[in-house]
């Protein structure tokens, strides 16, 4: 299949199809992201701003296995900015903590469920795709 028949080699789709799943994928990644805790969501600006920076031809980030202690510096750099805004401080998430001042302990647990939060938004996305997916290989668009 190595001439364009209007289908995308190996998806059996048409370039409108992938459009169409293309920004439904992104309207679901919105949509989930809108789940996350008000603080992933604030470093989620600042990470982004950091992989804008990193997105051009040669850049480690775009490489097949990018490395990671590069990937753990970039997660440094990111923490960093974020400390150096205002709006990143640890905030209370009324509908969960109310005017409550929280033990070290029960900060852990919250920090750890947040991130546990952001994992499952963001492998509940992936599964959501990916049975869209399959779905599609049976009909049209």
Known sequence: MDQFDGRMAGYGMNPECVVKDEKMCEQDMNYMRNCYPKMAKDLLNVLYETCDEMEYEGSCMLAQYPDKETIYRMVDTIYEQSKRMEHM?????????????????????????????????????????????????????
Not at 111 to 126: A, P, Q
């Open 89 to 141: 401080s640890i905030k209370k998430e009324p509908f969960l903590f109310d005017n409550v001042e929280l033990t070290p302990a029960q900060l852990e647990e919250k920090m750890e469920k947040d991130l546990l939060l952001v994992l499952l938004c963001d492998e509940m996305h992936r599964r959501r795709m990916r049975y869209q997916r399959r779905n599609q290989l049976f009909s049209t668009c």
